[in-house]
């Protein structure tokens, strides 16, 4: 059974930095394609970043330039390096598989606890 425990988020004042973590046990990260995710109160659960195994990563509009992610296939964490932070940033954050990477070890509708990232102005 997987275990995924996402750290590092925090308050922050808009511009500032933070760096998230995915650490998993149970589910090798570089064998598929990984995402950050986020659900700000009131919306949808939304993609925010992938990595895929080449290392090739997509961000959608509003964070490019200003987060990036990235693994550390030795210690099987994920990162969100997020900088320049906004208000509208704010939002629970979690990782998990892209959609067709979900296997018999992480299934698809397993989410960790996710952690929080507050920004204000």
């Known amino acids: 059974q997987v275990q995924v425990v996402e750290s590092g988020g925090g308050s922050v004042q808009a511009g500032g930095s933070l760096k998230l973590s995915c650490a998993v046990s149970?589910?090798?990260?570089?064998?598929?394609?990984m995402g950050w995710y986020r659900q700000a109160p009131g919306k949808e659960r939304e993609l925010v970043s992938v990595?895929?195994?080449?290392?090739?990563?997509v961000y959608i509009d509003s964070v490019k330039g200003r987060f990036t992610i990235s693994l550390d296939n030795a210690k099987n964490i994920l990162y969100l390096q997020m900088d320049s932070l906004k208000t509208v940033d704010t939002a629970l954050y979690y990782c998990?598989?892209?959609?067709?990477?979900?296997?018999?070890?992480?299934?698809?509708?397993?989410w960790g606890q996710g952690t929080q990232v507050t920004v204000s102005s």
């Open positions: 998990a598989p892209l959609r067709d990477c979900y296997s018999d070890s992480w299934r698809s509708g397993y």
């Open positions: 149970g589910y090798n990260l570089s064998s598929c394609g």
């Open positions: 990595i895929d195994v080449d290392d090739r990563t």
